[in-house]
Antibody
Framework: EVQLVESGGGLVQPGGSLRLSCAAS????????MSWVRQAPGKGLEWVAN????????SYVDSVKGRFTISRDNAKNSLYLQMNSLRAEDTAVYYC?????????WGQGTLVTVSS | SYELTQPPSVSVSPGQTASITCSAD??????ASWYQQKPGQSPVLVIY???KRPSGIPARFSGSNSGNTATLTISGTQAMDEADYYC??????????FGGGTKLTVL
């Protein structure tokens, strides 16, 4: 069974940093592109970033370019999102998802709250 | 940037057919996917590549995509289908894009 478990969310002050993790099991992580998708409270879904199987290609939504970095460690079956210079508008539940140009498996999400 | 437009809400009576649209320029030239999200839960893929159903998704869910509009159709809508629905496509300039979501009410 495919499982994706996010962790690392929490309360952080504006300008602060946070690193999210996504532990994958039930499949071979290195076979798949992976994405982070977020959802602000009461709002819709927004794709944040994705990364190729070997980490050689990465893409980001414009609003996080230069602040967020997606990475992966296939040996540890893990996906990461390093978030720097956080803003109030980054407050959201962050999901990791298997990316096949559509998202067929999602984690339960981890809440990031940016507030002073 | 590429944008997908959905109606904010759709209402349907139990047992009837619900149709949720997703519009964008030449959307029919791309693959559309649809997700169901119930309160407090993660999204669930219900349609991918315009009209394919993942394993475990009931046959009452179907999809189509042509011209500028993709449509999610739920036949014989049940109370359990009440949820938010999001369309999604992939564009070479914007990469992944989601629609704003449609709240389906079954009443």
């Amino acid at each position: 069974e495919v499982q994706l478990v996010e962790s690392g969310g929490g309360l952080v002050q504006p300008g602060g940093s946070l690193r999210l993790s996504c532990a994958a099991s039930g499949f071979t992580l290195s076979d798949y592109w992976m994405s982070w998708v977020r959802q602000a409270p009461g709002k819709g879904l927004e794709w944040v970033a994705n990364i190729k199987q070997d980490g050689s290609e990465k893409s980001y939504v414009d609003s996080v370019k230069g602040r967020f970095t997606i990475s992966r460690d296939n040996a540890k079956n893990s996906l990461y999102l390093q978030m720097n210079s956080l803003r109030a508008e980054d407050t959201a539940v962050y999901y990791c998802a298997r990316d096949l140009y559509f998202f067929e498996s999602w984690g339960q999400g981890t809440l990031v709250t940016v507030s002073s | 940037s590429y944008e997908l437009t959905q109606p904010p809400s759709v209402s349907v009576s139990p047992g009837q057919t619900a149709s949720i649209t997703c519009s964008a320029d030449k959307l029919g030239d791309k693959y559309a996917s649809w997700y169901q999200q119930k309160p407090g839960q993660s999204p669930v893929l219900v349609i991918y590549q315009d009209s394919k159903r993942p394993s475990g998704i009931p046959a009452r869910f179907s999809g189509s995509n042509s011209g500028n509009t993709a449509t999610l159709t739920i036949s014989g809508t049940q109370a359990m289908d009440e949820a938010d629905y999001y369309c999604q496509a992939w564009d070479s300039s914007t990469y992944v894009v989601f629609g704003g979501g449609t709240k389906l009410t079954v009443l």
